[in-house]
T-cell receptor
Framework: AQSVTQPDIHITVSEGASLELRCNYS??????LFWYVQSPGQGLQLLLK??????LVQGIKGFEAEFKRSQSSFNLRKPSVHWSDAAEYFC????????????FGAGTILRVKS | GAGVSQTPSNKVTEKGKYVELRCDPI?????LYWYRQSLGQGPEFLIY????????DSGLPNDRFFAVRPEGSVSTLKIQRTERGDSAVYLC?????????????FGPGTRLTVT
């Protein structure tokens, strides 16, 4: 069965510090991988996605993620966190066929302290 | 352009009542998805439409849940005989036709509270 694990429920980092959010997935084949961000009262916004090719993908707002097939991981990173990055982050996996459902992790809540 | 919109933003209903939740996808997007997000959880897939037909409804929890998309644009999620366990945020997403991309764009959700 497909599943996504985000081991950290909450993470607190200082503004300006680096950030890494962990994501591990279980999938029968090479999946599409996504990171979404959700601010309070807002919908999910796509940060970045991995389909194929270069395993280091760049996204919006200075985020990047690295696909590691051997570790079934797709960790999200940012070199310097801003207070506005405080939100909940979701990792998701989907099949390579168009139009099918995404399976989401439970999310990681990021708190930024000044 | 306009994003995915959902109405109402909040809905409070009594146990046993019927509710309808509406989703307006991005214009031109042929695929439409419904997800349910319970407190402290990630979104869980409910149903996916390609055009007017439900291509995958494997996530609907039981026969109290039903969704339609009669003209291939707006979709309505219908819940009969609501239960307190149905309380959640219901998210709608849309994406473009096949071959032009896979990204799902999400609406702000409808928060359903069953009392």
């Amino acid at each position: 069965a497909q599943s996504v694990t985000q081991p950290d429920i909450h993470i607190t980092v200082s503004e300006g510090a680096s950030l890494e959010l962990r994501c591990n997935y279980s999938y029968g084949a090479t999946p599409y991988l996504f990171w979404y961000v959700q601010s309070p009262g807002q919908g999910l916004q796509l940060l970045l996605k991995y389909f194929s090719g270069d395993t280091l993908v760049q996204g919006i707002k200075g985020f990047e993620a690295e696909f590691k097939r051997s570790q079934s991981s797709f960790n999200l990173r940012k070199p310097s966190v801003h207070w506005s990055d405080a939100a909940e982050y979701f990792c998701a996996v989907g099949p390579m066929e168009y139009g099918n459902k995404l399976v989401f992790g439970a999310g990681t809540i990021l708190r930024v302290k000044s | 352009g306009a994003g995915v919109s959902q109405t109402p933003s909040n809905k409070v209903t009594e146990k046993g009542k019927y509710v309808e939740l509406r989703c307006d996808p991005i214009s031109g997007h042929t695929a439409l998805y419904w997800y349910r997000q319970s407190l402290g959880q990630g979104p869980e897939f409910l149903i996916y439409f390609q055009g007017t037909g439900a291509a995958d409804d494997s996530g609907l929890p039981n026969d109290r849940f039903f969704a339609v998309r009669p003209e291939g644009s707006v979709s309505t999620l219908k819940i009969q005989r609501t239960e307190r366990g149905d309380s959640a945020v219901y998210l709608c997403a849309s994406s473009r036709a096949p071959g032009t991309g896979y990204e799902q764009y999400f609406g702000p959700g409808t928060r359903l509270t069953v009392t």
